[in-house]
């Protein structure tokens, strides 16, 4: 069993490859695995509340509830008080889960049918809750009888630790089951045992919130057996690359910040995410950094290590081209340029919309050779615009929807929210695993871009550029000083 780090590229799998691997597993496992997962939930019980007495295992009707029966029994062996709700009746579990229920009832374990609270007085108060009621079984909306179990366990005031996945979590997509919105209707656990491989949902949506610290055992993975390809690779990239000492100011790369249309319809100027994208790319260490303003006018109090031209004088073949940030409507005159003229590209925001509106701009996004290597940041709505999807269906299956776009427009996606993925053709996409709601702000977008537009100039290719800024941008706001505010200003200055 190991705790989850950041610095592995811990391979991710679906429903299917978990299948794949199970059969295998068990194959050459003289036990049912469920033994051992059960045995593997227990120990990490210990390890959590070594001094926990009190223990409640809320168990499911599927093989999920099997795990926290096993669990149970060996904790009640270990000298641990015990409850077990069993939600459904015994007699309708799965072979392998009715089996744990024997073994748990023949060594005494106290199994109800009932949630704690009528119970729970003579017990006293509980130190340890194990949520046990749906694992990777869970495709439908929670039934009404489940709901009030998981509103049971979120009200119970002991730790929860969660068997593969916390309940009402689709373990694909890390959205909610069944579409809901409500996530009163998500276990939410301090720690997360799952096992087998890493799943998707675990690291996306609301899995992020829910989870907890994730632990993983293989449940006695070992040479010789043959791994389906994963869905993603958790994205281990070191945050901040190191600067050679032999270096000079050209050996950092020019990025060119394209965008901040002066005034908007609206009468507004939108030059402040220009400016955050170009200050972000200054602070990551890019050589220098040029702004283009799409007014054509210069911005008044920006940093004075900032050049300033107008977008027609850039020698955009030779430059590192950031577009999009705050770039209004105007951007779209500029587009097919960009796209043609740009030796490196990082399109964000209003670029990206520009190419969702065009489909000139999309044959010119396509049409970019091997040699102009290209990076997009959208949202999901940004995504969804330009897939022609709902954002519910980008949400959905996130990998997909971001290797969709990867595979359409022939480029790096960087498909940002909960969960931030990395996706390129040919390339095993990235999950990132770094970063908080923190930076669910305006602006923090636009410091992703001029970091990912510093890193390419420092010669990183446009998926290693895209995977090491997401990793960074995310740690950023992870240490950040929690009495502090985070603002994108703030946290562009803090690149390095
Ligand atoms: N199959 C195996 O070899 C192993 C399975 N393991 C455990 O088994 C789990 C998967 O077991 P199952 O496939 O039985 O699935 P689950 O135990 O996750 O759930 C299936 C049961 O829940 C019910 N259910 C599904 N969605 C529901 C909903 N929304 N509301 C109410 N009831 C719902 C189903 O009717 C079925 O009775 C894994 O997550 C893992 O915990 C582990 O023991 C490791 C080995
Ligand atoms: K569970």
């Known amino acids: 069993m190991q705790r ?41 019980a210990l390890a959590l509340a070594p001094y926990a007495q009190r223990i409640w295992v809320a168990a499911g009707p599927g093989n999920n509830g099997g795990d926290g029966l096993e669990a149970a029994m060996h904790l009640h062996q270990w000298g641990k008080a015990v409850r077990v709700s069993l939600l459904g009746k015994a007699q309708n579990l799965p072979a392998d889960a009715h089996a744990a229920w024997q073994r748990a009832q023949a060594a005494g374990v106290q199994i109800n049918s009932e ?16 949520d046990a009621l749906l694992g990777m079984g869970a495709t439908r ?12 366990i979120n009200r119970c005031p002991a730790p929860v630790l969660a068997i593969d996945l916390p309940t009402g979590l689709n373990p ?92 908007a319809a609206h009468g507004m100027g939108m030059t402040g995410a220009a400016v955050l994208a170009a200050t972000a790319a200054l602070h990551a260490g890019a050589g220098r950094v040029i702004l283009s303003l799409l007014s054509g006018q210069h911005a008044e109090s920006v940093p004075p290590d900032l050049m300033q031209r107008e977008w027609q004088r850039l020698d955009l073949e030779k430059l590192h081209v950031v577009c999009g940030c705050g770039g209004g409507q105007t951007v779209q005159s500029v587009m097919a340029e960009v ?39 959208p949202h999901p709505l940004e995504a969804a615009r330009l897939l022609n999807i709902s954002t519910t269906e980008v949400q959905s299956d996130r990998l997909k929807a971001a290797q969709n776009l990867a595979d359409q427009l022939r480029c790096t996606v960087v498909l940002k929210g909960s969960g931030t993925v990395i996706a390129a053709p040919g390339q095993t996409p990235r999950i990132n695993t770094s970063g908080n709601g923190r930076l669910a702000i305006g602006g923090t977008g636009d410091v992703l871009a001029g970091l990912i537009g510093a890193r390419m100039a420092q010669g990183l290719g446009a998926f290693d550029a895209a995977c090491t800024a997401a990793a960074q941008h995310g740690q950023l706001a992870d240490d950040w000083p929690p009495n502090k505010a985070l603002t994108a200003s703030r946290l562009a200055q803090r690149l390095a």
């Open 339 to 377: 796209l043609r003229r740009s030796g490196q590209l990082v399109l964000d925001a209003d670029g990206l919309n520009a190419v969702a509106q065009d489909d000139k701009l999309q044959v010119g996004l396509r049409q970019r050779t091997d040699a102009q290597p290209t990076v997009i940041t």
């Open 172 to 263: 694909e997509s890390g959205q909610l089951l069944g579409d809901a919105t409500d996530t009163a209707l998500l276990v939410q656990a301090d720690h997360t045992l799952t096992f087998i491989a890493a799943k998707a949902g675990l690291f996306m949506g609301h899995g992020r919130d829910a989870c907890g610290q994730i632990w993983l055992d293989c449940l006695g993975f070992r040479d010789g057996i043959s791994v389906p390809p994963p869905q993603a690779l958790l994205n281990d990239s070191k945050p901040r690359p190191i600067k050679r000492h032999a270096s000079h100011k050209g050996s950092h790369g020019d990025v060119a910040i394209i965008g901040g249309e002066a005034m």
């Open 4 to 44: 989850l780090s950041r610095t592995s590229a811990w391979p991710v799998h679906g429903r299917q490859g978990i299948q794949v691997l199970e059969a295998q597993l068990q194959a050459c496992s003289p036990i049912p695995l469920m033994g051992k997962a059960g045995l593997a939930t227990a120990q990490l």
């Open 141 to 152: 909306p929670l039934s009404c009888e489940m709901q009030t179990w998981v509103q049971a």
């Open 115 to 130: 949630l704690p609270a009528s119970w729970l007085e003579d017990m006293g108060p509980l130190d340890l809750c194990i």
